[in-house]
């Protein structure tokens, strides 16, 4: 044999496969793939082993954040924000980040137990992290919304944060109605996402659907009525 011909093989071996992809990185991975294949991933979310549902926590928090930040941009609130005189670029950031996140937690977790319970009235035995965490990832959409601020500052300027002004008329209803598409998207995936988790049929699911969005509405009803 040639000599360092044993070395060479002895390497080879040793070196081995290549590492398998962390969980972690394939739950990122899984953020932009729900766009485009909902099914995949939202069946890797019927794995309870302990590890791939700690792995799921950042992403899942980050779309939380982000699908907050996008509702409260798209609020009436939000668009007479610059009309106060102590607001600036720099505050509006700060009430984006820190509104947002409340926003986008109590939105998770309310939607969540909606969800929960809409699902039991039809018969799971699931739980209520799992029925958040479908939220979560249907939350994909509606997070990719914030692609339109960019899109209205071009377009308008300070004044999207000002009441009156170029913004409004038939340019500020085609992004409403591009926002509430993003929503009807992500109101979709949840669909997908309950038929995908449960194995159920459309109308199971559009049923467990159709039942946490009522309870939500009648929550916010009575909050709004109390308050």
Sequence with gaps: RPHGYAPRVALQETAGPRDELSQERAWWLRVPAVLLSPRPVFFA??????????????????????????????????????????????????????????YGAVGYFLMGFALYFGALLLGSEGNFQRERQIVAFALVPLALSLVLLPVRLALYGGDTFREGGADEGAGETALLVLQLGFAAWSL????????????????????????????????????????
């Design 188 to 227: 979709g995936l949840l669909v997908v996402g309950v038929r995908v988790v449960h194995g159920w049929s459309w109308p199971r699911s559009l049923g467990a659907v159709g039942s946490a969005v009522a309870l939500l509405a009648a929550m916010v009803a009575a909050f709004a009525y109390v308050t």
């Design 45 to 102: 979310l019927r794995d309870e082993d302990p590890e791939d549902v700690v792995a799921r926590s950042e992403p899942v928090l980050l779309l939380v954040w982000l699908a907050g930040a996008a509702s409260m941009l798209a609020t009436p609130t939000a668009g007479g924000l610059l009309d106060n005189p102590e607001y600036d670029a720099t505050i509006l950031a700060i009430w984006t980040f820190i509104a947002g996140g409340i």
